[in-house]
């Protein structure tokens, strides 16, 4: 929450992208969030959910402004509080990107030798075997 803070305070930004350190495909998630926030009505903010539809609140693209005034609402400026705090009551979409365990992440090293796998297939041929 102190990144959080800091961050918040530093950035004069009107949208903040809040994004977990242990997503191996950051880089695809990142790009399906943007998409996704595009379509949206406004709203505080957009997050991925992982594939069983649970929010992933790490990985979203929040309204700044919005997140300043849950944290400067929080007791000691949110100070030992979870993100999920900050979120609660901001009228956040929570939307399952359609390509499965783009949100996964790496807790374990069962996860880590899975991401591993993952990077090191080839890329899908294009249907013309390219």
Same mark, same amino acid.
């Given at each position: 929450?102190? +990144?959080?803070?800091?961050?918040?305070?530093?950035?004069?930004?009107?949208?903040?992208?809040?994004?977990?350190?242990?997503?191996?495909?950051?880089?695809?998630?990142? +790009?399906?969030?943007? %998409?996704?926030?595009?379509?949206?009505?406004?709203? *505080?903010?957009?997050?991925?959910?992982?594939?069983?539809?649970?929010?992933?609140?790490?990985? %979203?693209?929040?309204?700044?402004?919005?997140?300043?005034?849950?944290? +400067?609402?929080?007791?000691?400026?949110?100070?030992?509080?979870?993100?999920?705090?900050?979120? *609660?009551?901001?009228?956040?979409?929570?939307?399952?990107?359609?390509?499965? %365990?783009?949100?996964? *992440?790496?807790?374990?090293?069962?996860?880590?030798?899975? !991401?591993?796998? +993952? !990077?090191?297939?080839?890329?899908?041929?294009?249907?013309?075997?390219?």
């Amino acid at each position: 929450m102190a +990144a959080l803070a800091a961050g918040l305070a530093a950035v004069p930004d009107d949208s903040v992208l809040v994004l977990a350190a242990d997503l191996p495909r950051a880089e695809e998630a990142v +790009a399906a969030l943007r %998409g996704i926030a595009a379509l949206h009505p406004p709203v *505080d903010g957009v997050c991925l959910a992982d594939d069983a539809g649970r929010p992933q609140w790490l990985l %979203g693209l929040y309204d700044a402004a919005a997140l300043r005034r849950r944290v +400067a609402s929080l007791p000691d400026d949110g100070a030992g509080a979870r993100f999920r705090d900050v979120v *609660d009551g901001l009228d956040i979409a929570v939307v399952r990107p359609r390509e499965a %365990g783009l949100v996964d *992440d790496v807790d374990t090293w069962e996860d880590l030798e899975r !991401a591993r796998g +993952a !990077a090191d297939r080839p890329a899908e041929e294009d249907d013309d075997g390219r």
